[in-house]
């Protein structure tokens, strides 16, 4: 295995994670807009 592919897994790895991340952030910040609460 090659450096390259190495840092290439960990690469695509975080970026999942901080897709994820985005994901969850927009929905949570978009419920209390589109469903009012009060």
């Known amino acids: ?4 592919d190495y840092y ?3 690469y695509v790895k975080t970026l999942w ?3 994820i991340i985005l994901i969850y952030l927009l929905v ?3 419920k209390p807009l589109h469903i009012p609460i009060y």
């Open 28 to 30: 949570y910040i978009s």
């Open 17 to 19: 994670k901080k897709i």
């Open 1 to 4: 295995m090659d450096i390259k």
């Open 8 to 10: 290439k897994i960990i």
